[in-house]
């Protein structure tokens, strides 16, 4: 499986972005999907994953309620609304299709994209 984020900008705070991934390969469906984010200076850490099925999300505390993460198994994509952005969101943006939790650096991880929230 490959992935390709894109959607990033920059955006003021309290703004929006919907960042999307495109997968290409096979057994998309087989695989749980989440978005990861690095800011500078801090530790990748996770922001919202999704089931294989899609039924069940889970999110990080610091974006319940603001981000939306959802995918498409037909068009092989996987999306993360975000709302309400805050400039403490500003980072790289990571996708990654893994079978493991939390997935390893081994699994399937698609090129960020920047996101900027400007206050």
């Known amino acids: 499986v490959q992935l390709q984020a894109s959607g990033g900008g920059l955006v003021q705070a309290g703004g929006s972005l919907r960042l999307s991934c495109a997968a290409s390969?096979?057994?998309?469906?087989?695989?749980?999907l989440g978005w990861f984010r690095q800011a500078p200076g801090k530790e990748r850490e996770i922001v919202a994953a999704?089931?294989?099925?899609?039924?069940?999300?889970k999110y990080a505390d610091s974006v319940k309620g603001r981000f939306t993460i959802s995918r498409d198994n037909a068009k092989k994509m996987v999306y993360l609304q975000m709302n309400s952005l805050k400039s403490e969101d500003t980072a790289v943006y990571y996708c990654?299709?893994?079978?493991?939790?939390?997935?390893?650096?081994?699994?399937?991880w698609g090129k960020g994209t920047q996101v900027t929230v400007s206050s």
């Open positions: 999704v089931s294989r099925s899609g039924g069940d999300t």
């Open positions: 390969g096979r057994f998309f469906s087989s695989y749980r």
């Open positions: 990654v299709a893994s079978n493991n939790w939390p997935p390893r650096d081994d699994d399937y």
